[in-house]
């Protein structure tokens, strides 16, 4: 278990959902938290709910001056954990400009733009953590997933490069995949979502990777294998049963 006393940590994306529930778990640990996301209103209901010290900063992370602004605010950091994302589903028989670019802007690039704009600073003291979260649906294309999926494979492919460069530094990169998390995103589907997950579960397992020293961590673990063995199956096998049927 690490010690999470003094420390300081911003959470982007943090004002509800598993956002929410990872700051109430730094928060009940001992860590300093700055809040970040979209909503001023959401932020300042949960820094006031938060058991220790806590405060907010308003941002759009597809804007990157205010990105780079909301850093500059937010000072000197321990860590930065980023799970802002937005979701529709879309098939490619729907494409919608507007919400693909959004999953692109949010999912990926501001997460490139978060950790552009903290990592100088992590590289110039020699210390600094960096938790990035992803998708199982990441892994590989899924149905009805256009601008979702290839949006956080991406992120996963930003953690994997960066982990690359800084593994041997004093900056450490973690990734996390989760599955299925009842939240007001996949309230949006209509299908059923194997191994779905309570938000507060699945912060428990978001925060247990943070106490260890690996890089990554998909969960559920059973569910995420499905994901990762896909990896290795060849296309006609893999699209008889993942693709459209």
């Known amino acids: ?144 997933a256009i601008g979702y999926s290839a949006s956080k494979a991406g992120l996963m492919s930003l953690a994997e490069s960066m982990q690359a460069d800084l593994r041997t530094s004093p900056i450490e990169v973690q990734l996390i995949n989760p599955g299925f998390i009842k939240t007001r995103l996949t309230d949006k589907n209509d299908f059923t979502m194997p191994f779905i997950m309570s938000a507060e579960d699945a912060a428990k397992e978001v925060f247990e990777h943070m106490n260890t020293d690996a890089f990554k961590k998909s969960f559920p673990m059973l569910f995420s294998w499905v994901f990762r063995l896909s990896q290795f199956m060849p296309d006609w096998m893999y699209y008889r049963l993942f693709g459209a049927k």
Do not use: T
């Open 1 to 144: 278990m690490k010690n999470w006393q003094g420390k300081r940590y911003w959470l982007v994306g943090a004002s509800e959902g598993l956002g929410r529930e990872v700051a109430f778990s730094l928060s009940r640990a001992g860590a300093e938290v700055i809040v970040s996301a979209r909503s001023e209103d959401r932020l300042k209901e949960l820094v006031a709910e938060l058991p220790g010290k806590a405060s907010y900063i308003a941002v759009d992370v597809a804007d990157r001056a205010a990105v780079e602004a909301a850093a500059k605010e937010a000072g000197e950091i321990d860590g930065v954990v980023y799970l802002a994302g937005v979701y529709w589903p879309m098939k490619a028989q729907d494409w919608d400009n507007e919400k693909a670019d959004m999953m692109g802007e949010v999912n990926f690039l501001g997460a490139s733009r978060v950790v552009g704009a903290v990592i100088k600073d992590m590289v110039a003291k020699g210390a600094g953590h960096i938790v990035l979260v992803g998708s199982l649906s990441g892994f590989r294309g899924l149905p009805g």
